[in-house]
């Protein structure tokens, strides 16, 4: 059946607007403000409107929603962000949601009618452990721009940047097999998330490839379990190495092995995610799994304000990921 042809009175009829307000908001008539004018372009391209439309200029401010700034990681991806925005002459604001939904959702409802160009997510652990993204979900209704990296959400259709966390899971159980490890330990603070998921599997795949190897899992979130934990496998298990998916689990297994007495990287070798400050003058130096995170904060932004720029009709959902690399220290053996 065809459709009937969208016109300037169904678009008032739908808004509850006048029609002189749809054409002068199509118009981009300083007449109207940003906030209607926003709200009109967005609906009128939903409807498939085929009439002209001057769009609202850009304020060229974008958020940045984030878990926090005291994990390396995020700091280092906003330090990234924060380059090419200077360059680009936008304007940064930061959100720190502390993995709360809560927050995070609050964050998004306030923004969602302020001058916002688009919005940069790496999504709160709640929201992820909850599958609860309904507050991320009006961002794309509204047809706001918006790019997630690192914990991203599958089911929903926006751009995303990722690290191959799968493929670097398996990469570093192969590094220690062929360092001759046979009795590997895997721990983690981060096994709700995504990309702690993801690099698990791609530890299992790898360890599942070798007979003689076996793997320990210690996936306490308790700092103090998991350091309980990591005392026990360290004295009772025979472990030949460790593969610490998240900073805090890396240096707790450091500071561990180290008040033990055993010998790293003779007796123990540990990697660690990521190359962070604290991995590069910890003792001895952490041989990590580099996301190279500030250049995922430069393509993040990059993807973001092509997005703003883009005005087509049809726009195609991107992923793209970042291959991760062994950045070898003190902790693992030449």
């Given at each position: ?201 791609g530890i299992r795949r790898q360890v599942a490839q070798h007979e003689d ?54 007796d123990l070798q540990i990697i660690c995610y990521s190359n962070v400050v604290t991995s590069e003058y910890s ?52």
């Amino acid at each position: 059946m065809k459709k009937n042809k969208v016109t300037l009175s169904i678009l008032a009829e739908k808004l509850g607007l006048s029609i002189s307000t749809i054409s002068k908001s199509l118009k981009n008539s300083n007449e109207i403000s940003e906030e209607t004018k926003q709200l009109v372009v967005n609906t009128a391209r939903k409807m498939g409107y085929k009439g002209t439309v001057e769009h609202p200029k850009a304020h060229k401010i974008i958020a940045v929603v984030i878990p926090d700034v005291v994990n390396g990681f995020f700091a280092q991806v906003l330090t990234g962000i924060e380059q090419m925005a200077a360059e680009n002459d936008y304007k940064i604001l930061t959100c720190l949601t502390g993995d709360s939904t809560e927050k995070e959702a609050s964050f998004i409802e306030s923004l969602l009618n302020n001058t916002i160009d688009g919005f940069i997510v790496a999504v709160a652990e709640e929201s992820q452990v909850a599958s609860n993204y309904s507050h991320f979900q009006k961002v794309l209704d509204r047809k706001i721009p918006m790019v997630m990296f690192d914990r991203v959400v599958d089911e929903l259709e926006c751009d995303k940047i990722t690290n191959d966390d799968l493929l670097s899971g398996i990469r570093a159980v192969q590094f220690l097999v062929e360092k001759r490890d046979k009795q590997l330990c895997m721990i983690s603070t981060i096994s709700q998330l995504s990309v702690g998921k993801l690099r698990e599997e791609g530890i299992r795949r790898q360890v599942a490839q070798h007979e003689d190897v076996l793997l320990n899992v210690i996936t306490n979130v308790d700092e103090k379990q998991l350091d309980a934990r990591i005392e026990d496998a360290l004295k009772y298990d025979g472990i030949d190495a460790i593969i610490a998916l998240d900073q805090m689990a890396g240096i707790i297994a450091l500071n561990k092995a180290k008040e033990l007495g055993v010998n790293i990287p003779n007796d123990l070798q540990i990697i660690c995610y990521s190359n962070v400050v604290t991995s590069e003058y910890s003792f001895p130096k952490m041989t990590v799994v580099d996301q190279h995170a500030v250049e995922m904060g430069n393509k993040t932004f990059t993807r973001l304000r092509n997005l703003i720029n883009n005005l087509e009709d049809i726009k195609v959902t991107r992923v793209h990921t970042l291959k991760t690399s062994l950045l070898e220290r003190g902790t693992t053996r030449k």
